[in-house]
C-alpha cells in the first residue's frame, strides 16, 4: 500500500521561510507527478505547484518567485521551499502523488496534510 508522509509544517513569521518535505513508501515502481496543494478555511483545495519525473515544474501565480518545488526522484520525495512567506499563505498543505505504478495498481494518492500558519 501507498502512503505519502508529509513533515516541515509549522509557525512562521510573515518573511520567514519553511521547507516541506512528502515521502511516499510503499513498493513503488514509478511516479509520473508529484505535488502540493493547499486549503485554507473556508476555502477550496488549490494547487501550489507541481513536479513532473523529469523534472517539469508548475506553480500557482500567488507562489511564483517565492516558492520552489523540488524532488529526488530515487527517494520518491518532494520538497516544497517556501520563501517570503506571508499570511495568506496560511493553510493546510496537502501532498499529492499521480500516476503511482506499484506491482499491482495505479493510481494517485494524497498525504494526510501538515498546518502553515503565518502569523506575527
Known amino acids: 500500500q501507498v502512503q505519502l508522509v508529509e513533515s516541515g509544517g509549522g509557525l512562521v513569521q510573515p518573511g520567514g521561510s519553511l521547507r516541506l518535505s512528502c515521502a511516499a513508501s510503499g513498493m513503488i515502481f514509478s511516479i509520473n507527478a508529484m505535488g502540493w496543494y493547499r486549503q485554507a478555511p473556508g476555502k477550496q483545495r488549490e494547487l501550489v505547484a507541481t513536479i513532473t519525473s523529469g523534472g517539469s515544474t508548475n506553480y500557482a501565480d500567488s507562489v511564483k518567485g517565492r516558492f520552489t518545488i523540488s524532488r529526488d526522484n530515487a527517494k520518491n520525495t518532494v520538497y516544497l521551499q517556501m520563501n517570503s512567506l506571508k499570511p495568506e499563505d496560511t493553510a493546510v498543505y496537502y501532498c499529492?502523488?499521480?500516476?503511482?505504478?506499484?506491482?499491482?495498481?495505479?493510481?494517485?494518492?494524497w498525504g494526510q496534510g501538515t498546518q502553515v500558519t503565518v502569523s506575527s
Open positions: 499529492n502523488a499521480a500516476g503511482v505504478r506499484t506491482i499491482a495498481t495505479f493510481g494517485g494518492y
